[in-house]
């Protein structure tokens, strides 16, 4: 089945950890984004990548980081200077025709 | 500057009842998309529509409709005959078009609750 992937469903953290939440897709997507959703809130852009080995901050950017290696990848890594991770995180691809496909979705708890 | 407004936080209705979500927008471009997805309790977002801002017919699927006014900056959202299943925060959403800054962002609204009862 095509599809995105994001793993783990849920995720614990302790204050000054970093941790990575993995997103995969098999769709043959050239874009990937990441967002950040708050109860009540919509969805708010962290990063996103157009194409592999390249990203771009989106508004949201500080305290979090990625990588594209690989095309069908795209790691989010939460540091410790974001101080305020709790939250819903969801990957999303497209292939550019503007609708992106969004993956089932990080749930962030910091302890 | 974008911006999606959906001034309904939380919608309830029973059970075939026919609802409408409102969502307005701002933004400078001329050419620019529209979208609506809808999250059910899973979290998934799920696609519904896009529509772009040279298309202004208004589309029917199934018991989902959308009316697009560039003239009020409107793209709204009507469920005919409401169920259960229809549960979930509907989100609006704005892109760019092709070509602009920031191609394929999306801009979301904050979202609406929308809880339909037996």
């Known amino acids: 089945d095509g599809g995105i992937t994001q793993s783990p469903k849920y995720l614990f953290r302790k204050e000054g950890q970093n941790v990575t939440l993995s997103c995969e897709q098999n769709l043959n997507h050239d874009a990937m984004y990441w967002y950040r959703q708050d109860p009540g809130q919509g969805l708010r852009l962290i990063y996103y990548s157009q194409i592999v080995n390249d990203f771009q901050k989106g508004d949201i950017a500080e305290g979090y980081s990625v990588s594209r290696e690989k095309k069908e990848s795209f790691p989010l890594t939460v540091t410790s200077a974001q101080k305020n991770p709790t939250a819903f995180y969801l990957c999303a691809s497209t292939p550019g025709a503007n609708e992106q496909f969004f993956g089932p979705g990080t749930r962030l708890t910091v302890l | 500057a974008q911006k999606v407004t959906q001034a309904q936080t939380e919608i309830s209705v029973v059970e075939k009842e026919d609802v409408t979500l409102d969502c307005v927008y701002e933004?400078?471009?001329?050419?620019?998309?529209l979208f609506w997805y809808k999250q059910p309790p899973s979290g998934e977002l799920v696609f519904l529509i896009r529509?772009?801002?040279?298309?202004?017919q208004n589309e029917i699927s199934g018991r989902y409709s959308w009316n697009f006014q560039k003239s009020t900056s409107s793209f709204n959202f009507t469920i005919t005959a409401s169920q259960v299943v229809d549960s979930a925060v509907y989100f609006c959403a704005l892109s760019r078009g092709f070509g602009a800054g920031g191609y394929n962002k999306l801009i979301f609204g904050a979202g609406t609750r929308l809880a339909v009862h037996p």
């Open positions: 933004t400078r471009d001329t050419t620019y998309y």
């Open positions: 529509r772009n801002s040279f298309d202004e």
